[in-house]
């Protein structure tokens, strides 16, 4: 099958989920983890793209990212992960391949849509029954979403506000932790696939108007878990 050819959208933001090579534990090592968030933070200095949420867990990532220019994204994960795969593989000895083929990126809606891909995304590691909480993994935003820090942030706080429209990290917070403990009291932790494998998410008219301006015409739009989705035929 063709792969279908990325158009990125400028001020909009996309879900990036990358695999290790056949889905092997190469972030298994927390020094392996602690390197990809020193050039993610790097990442974001060198290319204008806005980190919204990152989560990297032992044998992939996934990132919430926006650029006012869509194909900075591109550019700056080119930049990002070919430095990784390089590192990894100047420390081990080795010249295989590090990522499992290209990145995927699903174009998400501002608002509610764009909130439930970032608990999505912020439960990773509970949903695959490494923590108890998120809080207690350590490479993931979370701990940026909750402490004062203000030298080697990653997380463009002005930024992930204005996608959720929320006024400001106090009301941020609270929405986050409520929302969080309430999932976890429910046990809400289905890995739902189409937060990582679909084209775009949001509401109906929202991508009906979409897939018309960017001229797709091989996409279906479905509905899942209460949440529309649009997909290849």
Same mark, same amino acid.
């Given at each position: ?6 158009? /990125?959208?400028?001020? !909009? @933001? &996309?879900?990036?989920?990358?695999? @290790?090579?056949?889905?092997? &534990? ?25 980190? =919204? ?10 990132? =919430?990212?926006?650029?006012? *220019?869509?194909?900075?994204? $591109?550019?700056? =994960? ?6 990784? !795969?390089?590192?990894?593989?100047? +420390? ?6 590090? /990522? ?16 439930? @891909? ?21 490479? @993931? ?18 930024? =992930?506000?204005?996608?959720? $429209? ?8 609270? /929405? ?13 932790? +289905?890995?739902?696939?189409? /937060? $990582? ?6 509401? *109906? ?6 897939? +018309?301006?960017?001229?797709? *015409?091989?996409?279906?739009?479905? +509905? !899942? ?9």
């Amino acid at each position: 099958m063709a792969r279908r050819k990325r158009g /990125w959208i400028d001020n !909009a @933001c &996309y879900h990036i989920t990358h695999r @290790c090579h056949n889905r092997e &534990y190469f972030f298994k090592y927390k020094k392996y983890r602690k390197f990809y968030l020193r050039h993610l933070f790097e990442m974001q200095k060198r290319y204008p793209v806005y980190v =919204l949420d990152y989560i990297i867990t032992s044998n992939h990532v996934h990132l =919430l990212l926006t650029a006012k *220019k869509g194909q900075h994204i $591109s550019e700056g =994960l080119g930049y990002l992960h070919g430095r990784i !795969a390089q590192y990894y593989n100047k +420390e081990t000895n080795k010249d295989g391949s590090f /990522w499992s083929d290209r990145f995927h990126s699903t174009l998400i809606q501002d608002g509610k849509h764009l909130g439930e @891909c970032l608990f999505y995304i912020d439960l990773n590691m509970v949903r695959a029954g490494v923590v108890k909480h998120p809080s207690e993994w350590d490479a @993931c935003a979370y701990h940026e979403f909750y402490q004062t820090k203000s030298k080697y942030r990653i997380i463009n706080e002005q930024q =992930l506000l204005k996608a959720l $429209s929320i006024k400001d990290i106090d009301e941020f917070r609270k /929405w986050h932790t409520l929302t969080i403990d309430d999932m976890l009291r429910k046990r809400q932790l +289905e890995r739902i696939k189409f /937060w $990582s494998n679909a084209y775009a998410i949001g509401d *109906k008219e929202w991508l009906q108007n979409h897939l +018309e301006q960017v001229g797709i *015409k091989r996409m279906t739009i479905r +509905e !899942a878990n209460g949440i529309n989705f649009a997909r290849g035929k």
